[in-house]
Structure formats: structure tokens, C-alpha cells
């Protein structure tokens, strides 16, 4: 970086390059040579005490692409491990990201600011460390998708051109994301050094997060086993959410799992169109391992990942630290049913728990896999069923039996206290009506990526910011794809 410092764009405080040098590799990133502006998520720069119009300005634009350090900050390239398809590999780490710093947040939380796309790293592992517009692009429509869906994720700060072309199967312009998470801090990160036998900067490692994230449970009897504990209900939680949403993660390796609870490192990732619990879109799961309905299970397969990696922390004996980890592991399928029950039960319009409804809800799904039915677009149209206009609903079960399922649903609606005319207005309130369809998010990257075109990627992102609002005009963001064009394969772009 320039050693001309600009005035300070965010109010850092960098706990995490406190830790032991072998925790991560300090670097500057590599300058971008023509940086421009691509979008700035004003909104999210105000949460986080930013000057807005100084981060638009070109020293703001010069530090967001990495060619100027900002105040405070203390660039790192964090080291990690993980198992990536199943197979371990004890060292991956930061390879095209770097941590500029932690920021202090306009309600004093501590948020993460990394460049994704910032040049080469100690951990690049001959890779040429920068990203590519359209995966950059992705990542920025995806991940603000979530957080107007209320499901805990990354965001994306900015989108940087960097005015270079990058090579993958062919020449790309260039990009840099800039992402803002809770941490950086995942499963693969234990791993790193479990793999190493070093117990101690485990148990720094451990402390931190528990400083970090979850300071009740660091008060706790055995606070590692305290932090296990919330690490699990947290992954339990977001995977439900997933569920609920029909987002399909493409590559849930241990190294892409945070453990503050949040979706990160959004590569192959998709919203499925029509309902099926085998889907895969990730061009690199080539054996299902990640498809939609697998994806409770490989959370709590990596989380074992990390129970392994905390033995030594979590009791002196190896009997006793393995019983604990059991234990806690244990307590992943009753959170995640509960809450999966929970929101599955809000789709249906369902506020009062009775016991059948998670096997009507269930029969429901399975009635969709037969009709191959749109998935967002079923449950919309149950909202207006809920008031008695259920022909959208019925037209997506053509030839398929639907009304017993129907009579069913009336007829538990009936041990519900309200009107209809609310029930459908909470349903609406959790069934979008916009998801990022991936011929809409392809359409948006073609368009920038071959025409630097970047109206569509606007109205897109302006659409699914608003996810379950009627948007007059906008119908066709809400509309299943033709034949013609149902996105099969989705790729990382790494």
C-alpha cells in the first residue's frame, strides 16, 4: 500500500492481529492498477459509522481496492485448514483475501472488513489471488438476498473494478468484493492447528471466540465445552433457515463454515427453482454430498470436524473429552428439527404448535417433488390460498392430487385463532416472492461482465432488497424459468 494515509474511513480496533504471528501472515494487498467504483452498499457503510461520500471519494475508492491503507488498519491473511469434499487438507488459509481490520460499528459491535480478490498470499498456493467480476458480482447479489431474508450472513460492502483481466478458462475482468462478516473465524481454523498438535494457540484460538462471540458461555463451567455448545445451536439454526428458503450452500467444506453462525463464502451457491431434495448446482459436488436435503447432515458431520479439534480443550482426559463431544453433538438434531419445525409451520400460516403438523407440511414438500412444483412460488401462492384464492396454488399441481392435502390444511386452519386476511399477511411475511433465480443472476453477470452492463445487476439487487413485498412492474422477477432457462450448473469462479 501507499505510506500516505488517508483520514480514517472506519473506527478500527484489530483483536484478531493481536493473536500469535502463526495465526495468520501480515501483508499489504497487491494495488489493483485502475480502480472504479462498481456499487457501495451506502446503507451497510452508515452501520458501520462510515463516511459515505468519503469512501466514494478516490482515496475511499483507493482503499476499498487495496492501493491505500486505511487509518487503523492492520492487513492480515488468516490461516486456516479444512476438509474440503471430505478430504482433509492441513493447510489452506487466505489465498486471494486479506483482513484490513476490524471495524467498531455504529452500535459498537466488531465487524470484519476484508478484501476478496486483494492479490496473492502466503497461502495462495500458486493461485494469482484476484477474483473475477462475475463471482464478485454474485457473491454481492446472494449475500444481501440473504440478509433481506433475515438468514445471518457475510454482506458485501462494495464491489471495486480493478481495471486488470484476470485469468480463468478465459480472459475476465477483474474485481475485488468487499466483504463485512462477524469473524473470519471458521471450523477450518481449529483445524489449522489441531492438525499441529499446538494446544496452545488452540486454546487462544477458543478464547478469542468465546471473547468474541459468545462472552456468556466464556462465565460457563467448562467454557470450550460452553462454546461447542453455541457453535452447534448456531449451525443447527442457519442450515433450518437455509432449508426454509430453499438455498442450496454448493460446498459446505469445513473451512467455509463460520463459526459466529453466519452463510459465508458464497461460491457454487443457488436458490433452487423446482422443488427437489437431491438438488445439486454446484459444478464441483459431483456426488450429491451438498445437495439441498443433505445439508443437516454434513453441518453436523463438520461439526464433529470441530468437536475433534476441541478434545484437548475439553476435558484432561481423552475418555472424558470424547464423551463430552458426543454429548454436545447430540444436541445439533433437536435444535435444528425444532426450528425447521418451527419456521415450516410459519410458511403453512400455522402460529399454534399441534402435533401432525410437521407431516403436513412434510407431505406437502413431497407433493412438490412429484409435481416438480416451483418451490418459492408454491408457498407464495399458499399465502393467497389462506384467503380462499387458491388457483395460482392449484395450477402448480396440474395433474397431480392435490386436494386432499388441501382439504387437510383447511381443516387445521380451523384451530387457528384470526382472520384469514391476517393469517395470509404473516404468511407473505415469511414466504418471499423474490429470490435471486439463477437465470436472473446469470442474465446480470452476462450483462456486466460482456457489455459492462450494470443496470441489471442494479434492478435486480433494488428487487431483491424487498423480498416479500409486491413489487407492480417487477412480476417477472417472481416468475419460475422457462425450459429455455433453468440454470443446471452454478461454478465458484475461484
Known amino acids: 500500500m501507499d505510506a500516505q494515509t488517508p483520514a480514517p474511513l472506519f473506527r478500527f480496533d484489530n483483536s484478531y492481529a493481536r493473536l500469535p504471528e502463526r495465526f495468520y501472515a501480515r501483508l499489504t494487498p497487491t494495488p489493483a492498477p485502475e480502480p472504479r467504483l462498481i456499487r457501495l452498499n451506502e446503507t451497510l457503510a452508515r452501520e458501520l459509522g462510515a463516511d459515505v ?3 466514494k471519494a478516490p482515496q475511499g475508492v483507493a482503499a ?24 482433509f487438507v492441513p493447510q489452506l488459509g487466505d489465498g486471494r483475501a486479506i483482513l484490513l481490520g476490524e471495524a467498531i460499528d455504529a452500535s459498537g459491535a466488531r465487524r470484519d472488513i476484508q478484501l476478496k480478490g486483494s492479490g496473492q498470499t502466503p497461502f495462495s498456493r500458486r493461485g494469482d489471488g484476484r477474483a473475477a467480476l462475475g463471482p464478485v458480482l454474485r457473491e454481492y447479489l446472494v449475500s444481501e438476498a440473504m440478509a433481506a431474508l433475515r438468514i445471518p450472513t457475510t454482506r458485501s460492502l462494495a464491489a471495486v473494478a480493478t481495471g486488470e483481466t484476470v485469468w480463468r478458462e478465459t480472459a475476465l475482468p477483474g474485481a475485488i468484493l468487499v466483504r463485512v462478516a462477524a469473524s473470519h473465524i471458521r471450523i477450518g481454523t481449529f483445524q489449522y492447528f489441531a492438525a499441529r498438535d499446538d494446544v496452545e494457540a488452540l486454546r487462544a484460538l477458543a ?26 445451536a448456531r449451525q443447527a439454526e442457519l442450515i433450518a433457515r437455509w432449508l426454509h428458503a430453499g438455498f442450496i450452500h454448493g460446498v459446505m467444506n469445513t473451512d467455509n463454515a463460520a ?14 427453482d423446482f422443488y427437489d431434495p437431491a438438488q445439486v448446482y454446484s459444478s464441483i459436488d459431483e456426488t450429491g454430498r451438498y445437495a439441498y436435503a443433505n445439508q443437516p447432515l454434513m453441518a453436523q458431520w ?4 470441530l468437536a475433534e479439534a476441541l478434545l484437548p480443550l475439553l476435558a484432561a482426559g481423552e475418555e472424558e473429552a470424547v464423551a463430552e463431544a ?22 403453512l400460516g400455522l402460529a399454534e404448535e399441534r402435533e401432525g403438523d410437521l407431516a403436513l407440511g412434510q407431505d406437502l414438500l413431497a407433493l412438490m417433488a412429484q409435481a416438480h412444483a416451483d418451490f418459492t412460488g408454491a408457498f407464495r401462492a399458499l399465502c393467497d390460498a389462506a384467503e380462499g384464492e387458491d388457483g395460482a396454488f392449484r395450477a402448480l399441481f396440474e395433474n397431480h392430487p392435490i386436494e386432499a392435502w388441501l382439504a387437510r390444511w383447511r381443516a387445521r386452519l380451523e384451530h387457528e385463532a384470526g382472520d384469514a386476511r391476517r393469517r395470509a399477511e404473516r404468511m407473505r411475511a415469511v414466504n418471499p416472492l423474490y429470490i435471486p433465480r439463477n437465470h436472473l443472476v446469470e442474465d446480470a453477470l452476462s450483462a456486466a461482465v460482456e457489455r459492462d452492463d450494470f443496470e441489471p445487476f442494479e434492478t435486480l439487487l433494488d428487487v431483491l432488497s424487498r423480498p416479500f ?20 450448473r452454478t461454478f465458484c469462479g475461484t
Open 53 to 55: 461520500e468519503a469512501l
Open 207 to 232: 478464547d478469542h471466540a468465546l471473547a468474541r462471540h459468545y462472552p456468556g458461555a466464556a462465565a460457563a463451567p467448562n467454557p470450550y465445552r460452553a462454546l461447542l455448545d453455541c457453535v452447534i
Open 326 to 347: 458426543k454429548d454436545a453433538l447430540s444436541l445439533f438434531a433437536p435444535r435444528f428439527n425444532a426450528v425447521y419445525a418451527q419456521g415450516l409451520r410459519a410458511k
Open 302 to 305: 463438520n461439526l464433529a470436524r
Open 469 to 488: 413485498d409486491e413489487q407492480p412492474g417487477r412480476e417477472r422477477y417472481a416468475q419460475a424459468p422457462l425450459p429455455e432457462q433453468i440454470v443446471r
Open 64 to 87: 476499498l481496492a487495496g492501493n491505500l491503507a486505511p487509518a487503523g488498519a492492520e492487513p492480515i491473511a488468516i490461516a486456516y485448514a479444512g476438509h474440503q469434499f471430505g478430504v
Open 259 to 272: 463459526i459466529s453462525g453466519e452463510t459465508i463464502d458464497y461460491g457454487p451457491c443457488a436458490f433452487m
